[in-house]
């Protein structure tokens, strides 16, 4: 009965951390998570949304204000504080 335990954990595990790869998310924790919470694991890795590697676009975020007062260098396109007329990473002025 133990075995049949064991086993459901694993294929729990194992399903919960190919979904978790698949959104690009922790596999190892997943898995863990998977071993010891079985289903509920399963519904929660379902239920999150995948996480994006795509960088952040400064440019939509300083266009659309978005709640930031800030500017982007025309040089080196690093997003600066409104408060700061220096770009802090290439020295170039606002």
């Known amino acids: 009965m133990v075995e049949y335990l064991i086993l459901a954990s694993l294929i729990s595990g194992g399903f919960s951390a ?5 959104k690009n998310r922790s596999a190892m924790n997943w898995f863990f998570l998977g071993f010891f ?4 694991a399963l519904i929660a890795i379902s239920a ?8 952040i676009h ?37």
């Not at 190919?18 to 698949?22: P, R, S, T």
């Not at 919470?37 to 509920?40: C, E, M, P, V």
């Not at 999150?48 to 960088?55: E, K, M």
Request: a positive charge; glycine letters at 10%; charged letters at 15%.
């Open 37 to 40: 919470f079985n289903l509920f």
């Open 58 to 94: 400064y440019e939509s975020v300083a266009a659309t204000g978005g709640g930031l007062k800030s500017w982007i260098c025309p040089n080196c396109k690093t997003l600066n504080g409104f408060a700061i007329d220096v770009c802090h990473k290439c020295g170039a002025k606002r």
């Open 18 to 22: 190919y979904i978790a790869k698949e």
């Open 48 to 55: 999150v949304p995948p996480v994006s590697n795509s960088p």
